[in-house]
């Protein structure tokens, strides 16, 4: 077994979260500037291997695209070519941002820490990625 990485992409940013090689425990990794993220996935793949990608696909409530979609299905695209014996999986991303904020509140987060959207990303990919290992039980 190996590590499976989440994806909660964005324009701006791309929050990245990560397994333990068994597959049990998952954690924010990074949050990466979106031009710098296959850089940064080349560069994590060579050090500590990935078994699989799982992607936040965000849907509507009515499961139709949001303005979004097409820029996660490009994207997508250039995962499929720069990785091609990885194999990506799509997962609804949706009210991920929201439960992320929640847990950050919850968590006793301070103030300061909330506001930097690039820990909503990464803890939303870390929710992305539970939601997928709950689901393949």
């Known amino acids: 077994?190996?590590?499976?990485?989440?994806?909660?992409?964005g324009s701006k940013r791309v929050g990245?979260?990560?397994t333990d090689p068994?597959?049990?425990?998952?954690?924010?990794?990074?949050?990466?500037?979106?031009?710098d993220v296959i850089e940064f996935?080349?560069?994590?793949?060579?050090?500590?291997?990935?078994?699989?990608?799982v992607v936040g696909?965000?849907?509507?409530?009515?499961?139709?695209d949001t303005n979004a979609t097409q820029l996660?299905?490009?994207?997508v695209g250039l995962l499929k070519k720069r990785f091609p014996n990885i194999p990506i999986h799509l997962h609804d991303e949706r009210?991920?941002?929201?439960?992320?904020?929640?847990?950050?509140?919850?968590?006793g987060m301070k103030k300061k820490d909330r506001r930097n959207k690039g820990n909503i990303d990464k803890i939303s990919a870390a929710i992305i990625l539970q939601s997928f290992l709950e689901s393949k039980q």
């Open 16 to 18: 990245l979260a990560v």
């Open 1 to 9: 077994m190996g590590r499976l990485l989440a994806i909660d992409y």
């Open 72 to 75: 996660v299905k490009h994207f």
């Open 22 to 35: 068994l597959q049990m425990i998952c954690s924010p990794l990074d949050t990466v500037h979106s031009k």
């Open 41 to 53: 996935l080349k560069s994590y793949e060579e050090t500590e291997g990935i078994e699989a990608f």
């Open 95 to 107: 009210f991920t941002s929201k439960m992320a904020f929640d847990a950050m509140l919850k968590g």
């Open 57 to 64: 696909m965000p849907k509507n409530l009515d499961n139709s």
